[in-house]
């Protein structure tokens, strides 16, 4: 397991991220003409992926990203969100004060 810690400067605060990196060596297998890597079970399920995965060529790297589904988990957040009871609005109204009729 190899530790970063990567430094991020965004105005005047000065962000600490740790990440953790898996490294592995796996073999490069013949598949047909072609070459590929098998990924172990676990590992498919862990980083959740399915059928495809995001190749990214970077400079001296690959990098596999499983694919996220857009709106993935939208339906549940909806279920959560109609059954709330505070149905107060999130930004004040801004008219309040206003004569609106004014304006017409």
């Not at 962000?15 to 172990?40: A, D, H, W």
């Not at 993935?72 to 009729?101: C, K, M, N, R, Y």
Request: net charge negative; proline share 3%.
């Amino acid at each position: 397991m190899v530790v970063q810690f990567i430094r991020n400067r965004i105005g005047h605060c000065n962000n600490f991220v740790i990440t953790y990196l898996m490294e592995m060596k796996t073999p490069v297998i013949q598949i047909g003409n072609s070459k590929g890597l098998r990924l172990s079970k676990e590992i498919l399920e862990r980083y959740g992926i399915k059928d495809s995965v995001d190749l990214i060529l970077e400079e001296g790297q690959i990098v596999l990203k499983a694919i996220v589904e857009p709106r993935a988990g939208w339906e549940e957040s909806f279920q959560a969100a109609g059954a709330s009871t505070d149905h107060s609005l999130l930004i004040p109204d801004v008219f309040h004060e206003e004569d609106i009729e004014s304006w017409s």
